[in-house]
């Protein structure tokens, strides 16, 4: 089953109230303004929310408040992901949304005036089922000036050689100055699946957003390899990913 990542994210002073988030440019799905237009992958398969004073988060769809809109708890009190991010996993039993529906975010803040909080959201088709497989890890880096508060794409090169073939990648980490989160650009491909974003080699990730723990992510030849979607708090110049793989052919 396929996946994608969504993002919303703004610089307000909510008064302690919970108000709309700006939804990210992308050029993947549909947005406008607040909107992020639900595509053909129609549940709610995880979210997360962060910001420095952040003290509630809310997800909203006119198909959500049939019967409740979705409290985001915990939440992550950090500018930039923790070391421990709370991310809410429901990849093996997603929300059903409505496609052509809009969803939307909004936050609420204690800070004395104005400040970012980000709110993330990952879109699937239905229930995801871990894989498994001869499963191993390579190192690829880029070197982009990332844009702060908005996705940026990356030219990825990796530090080792892949054998000639096709892979799966069933896994992935994301790492720069400002991280937020990141997500996977296949060659070809339509969605964009990614994960929370890190700043430091000690970090963790969720514990299934590595390994097979959310299915196949997409697949890619040896000479044709993903790039990489960041979304960052600052101008990063350089990128660490780690693609956890399975050679399929």
């Not at 892949?162 to 060659?187: D, E, K």
Request: a negative charge; charged letters at 15%; glycine letters at 10%.
């Amino acid at each position: 089953m396929p996946f994608t990542l969504v993002a919303w994210t703004q610089s307000q002073d909510t008064g302690g109230v919970l108000t709309n988030v700006a939804a990210l440019a992308d050029q993947h799905v549909t947005v406008s303004g607040n909107n992020i237009r639900v595509p053909a992958l129609s549940q709610l398969a995880g979210y997360y929310a962060n910001g420095t004073t952040i003290s509630r988060a809310q997800i909203s769809s006119p198909s959500l408040r049939r019967k409740a809109l979705i409290d985001i708890e915990p939440i992550d009190i950090s500018a930039k992901p923790s070391s421990n991010p709370p991310m809410h996993d429901r990849f093996s039993s997603p929300i059903p949304l409505e496609a052509d529906e809009d969803l939307t975010a909004l936050v609420a803040e204690g800070a004395a005036g104005a400040e970012y909080e980000h709110v993330l959201a990952w879109l699937c088709d239905g229930p995801i089922t871990p894989v498994t497989g001869e499963v191993f890890t390579v190192r690829a880096t880029g070197s982009t000036t990332l844009t702060a508060y908005a996705w940026t794409n990356c030219a990825l090169t990796f530090s080792q050689t892949l054998p000639t073939g096709r892979y799966q990648v069933v896994g992935a980490r994301g790492l720069s100055a400002g991280a937020i989160a990141f997500r996977l650009v296949f060659p070809g491909g339509t969605w964009r699946p990614g994960g929370i974003g890190c700043d430091a080699a000690s970090d963790l990730n969720p514990a299934k957003q590595r390994m097979g723990g959310w299915g196949v992510w997409g697949e890619f030849a040896h000479t044709a390899p993903p790039t990489v979607d960041f979304l960052s708090v600052s101008a990063d110049t350089s990128e660490v990913v780690h693609l956890d793989l399975i050679k399929v052919a």
